[in-house]
């Protein structure tokens, strides 16, 4: 494991842990992440940013759970069109040979294990890759059902992507998810503002840090960390 320094958007300004990456930073080292070839939906909240940093030469196309094959970026000016926008309500372009389809298909590419990889948003993953992310489970939050569930469980591989601490500094990996479960031992990756996590049967390890090392990071996580094997 080592603190990146190599990538352009990472160091155009000095990382500390005051100041970790934004989201569209993050969404960069998502993209590159992606393997060649690849079908993959992008969560609703920071994961749709990761279109912004897919070109062709990445050659993966991109689901949405509203009947959509081959979303790209976000629109801009003239480019909007109302009718055509992400699961996220946000306006999209398309890429030559977009397709659409009815909702009840799009859920049916997501069930039948024909994505090869999603990215989502959470509030807590846990050592077990356990994901939470649809309710806090207070009684005054509004619980948020859409496509999550489907997606946790249907794709080959389940990437979260998030910030590390919660608005009052606590860590959204934890030993255990207090939260209702959106998925069982399916996240694969972490990525947050300060580091990428991988989960595996063993626990966390730490493949990459953002501003921080890793004595740092092991106490703003609070749980048992290791360094990523190569």
């Not at 509203?66 to 000016?77: D, F, K």
């Not at 005054?140 to 997606?151: Q, R, S, T």
Request: hydrophobic share 40%; aromatic share 4%.
């Amino acid at each position: 494991m080592s603190e990146r320094t190599t990538r352009e958007q990472t160091t155009a300004v000095p990382r500390t842990a005051e100041h970790p990456l934004g989201p569209e930073e993050l969404a960069r080292v998502v993209a590159a992440d992606i393997p060649a070839g690849s079908y993959v939906n992008l969560g609703i909240g920071q994961p749709t940013l990761v279109a912004n940093h897919l070109t062709a030469e990445h050659d993966v196309t991109l689901h949405t759970e509203n009947g959509m094959l081959g979303m790209g970026r976000e629109a801009h000016g003239d480019e909007v069109d109302p009718d055509l926008i992400n699961a996220g309500k946000i306006p999209v372009v398309e890429t030559p040979g977009c397709s659409y389809f009815h909702h009840a298909d799009s859920f049916a590419m997501m069930r039948g294990g024909h994505l090869d990889c999603c990215v989502l948003g959470a509030f807590q993953v846990d050592v077990e890759g356990n994901l939470a992310n649809w309710h806090t489970g207070k009684p005054e939050a509004i619980p948020a059902v859409g496509g999550a569930m489907d997606l946790a469980t249907g794709a080959k591989q389940t990437f979260v992507m998030m910030t590390l601490l919660t608005k009052k500094g606590q860590s959204k990996l934890v030993e255990k998810c207090t939260m209702p479960l959106t998925g069982v031992g399916c996240v694969s990756r972490v990525y947050t503002d300060r580091a990428v996590f991988l989960v595996d049967e063993d626990g966390l390890s730490v493949r990459e840090t953002f501003g921080t090392d890793f004595e740092e990071l092991q106490e703003l996580v609070g749980l048992p960390l290791r360094p990523a094997a190569g």
